[in-house]
Nanobody, 125 residues
Framework: QVQLVESGGGLVEAGGSLRLSCAASMRSFSVYTLGWFRHAPGKEREFVAAHSWRGGITYYVDYVDSVKGRFTISRDNAKTTVYLQMNSLRPEDTAVYYC???????????????WGQGTQVTVSS
């Protein structure tokens, strides 16, 4: 049984920072690609960031253009946790943020098999 549990969301002013965490209960955590996605009201769920780990090193990292330079995805395989450090937050970053996992190294959203319940991030202007 795989479980992903997000935490760290909240209300922050524009320009502020938040760090999201996603604790995973799963075997072989290190072979999974971990991703962050978000869903804003009136919009479709979108990809935010992904991180793959292969052969003991970071294999693949990607971000949606709108967060490049502001967000950083990282993982701690020993703690089976993935993080999303979000700096210079903007009102348009307001959304429910989800973490997800897939065994595919580079995957589209539909290939993610496991999803957390989401955590709300609200950025005030």
């Amino acid at each position: 049984q795989v479980q992903l549990v997000e935490s760290g969301g909240g209300l922050v002013e524009a320009g502020g920072s938040l760090r999201l965490s996603c604790a995973a209960s799963m075997r072989s955590f290190s072979v999974y690609t971990l991703g962050w996605f978000r869903h804003a009201p009136g919009k479709e769920r979108e990809f935010v960031a992904a991180h793959s780990w292969r052969g003991g090193i970071t294999y693949y990292v990607d971000y949606v253009d709108s967060v490049k330079g502001r967000f950083t995805i990282s993982r701690d395989n020993a703690k089976t946790t993935v993080y999303l450090q979000m700096n210079s937050l903007r009102p348009e970053d307001t959304a429910v943020y989800y973490c997800a996992a897939t065994p595919i190294a580079v995957a589209t959203m539909d290939k993610y098999d496991y999803w957390g319940q989401g955590t709300q991030v609200t950025v005030s202007s």
